[in-house]
């Protein structure tokens, strides 16, 4: 039995790099695939985009999915069409804001490439435009963002070339720019407890920025030498403090990895998320909350496969008999459930997780180092190699 338990313990350990910080645990296995398909929407082809909010008169959240021609289809959480807007036909990603004191709920609109972001209202009228280089430097991203402490919820932009990052309030007016950082690759917003909010951003160098609410710089990390991309925040630990998460690349390596850092740039965990050929542009993170204190990330990989992690790294599982994703997000469905949502080239579908309340039914729970059942039996190594690949 020694082959076989050797086997499936390299096979459980999952495809990671070592930290600095002491080994990673071993994975994890679920019996079942980690997510199933619950809907798919065949909607016209070439979708770029795929997003998810609030929006007036829906139950739960309003599924957003955008083409390369200015058109959004909105859908429910159970795939159905609920109305379909026209925006300016440079618009490539749309992003629903929630409404905050007397703002209501609005639309963030941008081309990645093109070189203006739009404020809409939920029906698509035209509230503010924002092109301060005219067709000079193009917009990289577009994320929400807040400045507290005075509430004004606005947009974090980036810009390539020599454009900066530029911070507006909901109203479409400047709050702050940072113009002296160049080639701004990706741009996000998280939530701290010590100062109450920051503004990400990845520059040409590879490093990772942050911001607080007035701009003043409070992060510049670049751990391992390696070149940052994609960047987004979550609060994966239920924590007044969120996790940036971050996607990168190695100069010496064809591997992309996926980084887990603290507000302060500490590095939590890093995993490999396959080979590197994507290029920036896409919402390819995720958080799925499977239970009131439980939450798994979900990252998009280069090849189009969802991977999923739980908050301490550990691999939980991957997508497999479904299309190719461009963009994915989750949606908060009327019962409180979430499911995740991925963007295609000819369609729009849904996953459910099926590592929530049934196995914790079941006594399982993942993140830990092994698995107990209900009567509180250890799953051991002969058990766990029957598992299915």
């Known amino acids: 039995m020694v082959a076989p338990v050797f086997a499936i313990l390299l096979s459980c350990s999952g495809s990671t790099y070592a930290q600095r910080r002491g080994p990673a645990r071993p994975a994890v296995r679920s019996r079942a695939a980690p997510l199933r398909l619950i809907w798919s929407w065949p909607g016209p082809l070439h979708w770029r985009d795929v997003s998810a909010g609030p929006r007036d008169g829906i139950a739960g959240d309003a599924i957003y999915a955008s083409r390369a021609d200015g058109r959004v289809s909105i859908l429910s959480t159970d795939g159905k069409p609920v109305a379909a807007l026209q925006l300016d036909p440079t618009v490539r990603q749309v992003t629903p804001c929630a409404a905050t004191g007397h703002l209501a709920g609005w639309l963030l609109a941008f081309g990645a490439g093109q070189t203006s972001v739009f ?19 193009g917009v990289t991203w577009a994320a929400p963002a807040g400045a507290p402490p005075d509430g004004i919820f606005g947009a974090v932009i980036g810009y390539g070339g020599f454009g900066g990052i530029h911070v507006l309030g909901a109203a479409g007016h400047v709050l702050w720019k940072a113009p002296q950082f160049g080639g701004i690759e990706g741009v996000a917003a998280t939530v701290t407890g010590a100062i109450g909010g920051m503004v990400l951003a990845t520059d040409s160098t590879g490093a990772l920025l942050g911001f607080d609410a007035r701009g003043t710089q409070r992060l510049n990390a670049r751990p391992d030498n390696v070149t940052f991309r994609t960047v987004d925040s979550f609060n994966l630990h239920n924590q007044t403090a969120w996790d940036i998460v971050a996607l990168a690349g190695k100069p010496d ?90 963007a295609a080239d000819r369609e729009v579908y849904a996953l459910r997780p099926t590592i929530g309340s049934t196995h914790r039914s079941r006594g399982r729970r993942f993140g830990r180092r092994q698995v107990r059942r209900k009567r509180g039996r250890p799953l051991g190594l002969r058990r766990l190699h029957r598992l299915p690949p």
């Open 119 to 137: 404020g809409y209202s939920q029906a698509g009228a035209l509230l503010w435009r924002y092109n301060p280089f005219g067709a000079r430097t």
């Open 253 to 342: 390596s064809d591997r992309e990895l996926i980084y887990d850092m603290s507000v302060t740039g500490y590095v939590r965990w890093v995993r490999s998320l396959g080979v590197n050929l994507r290029e920036t542009g896409a919402r390819r993170l995720a958080m799925l909350r499977i239970s009131p204190r439980e939450n798994l990330l979900a990252a998009l990989d280069c090849a189009g496969a969802i991977h999923l992690y739980t908050p301490d790294g550990q691999p939980v599982g991957v997508t497999r008999g479904v299309p190719p994703a461009l963009a994915i997000c989750s949606a908060t469905e009327p019962n409180g459930d979430q499911i995740l949502v991925a």
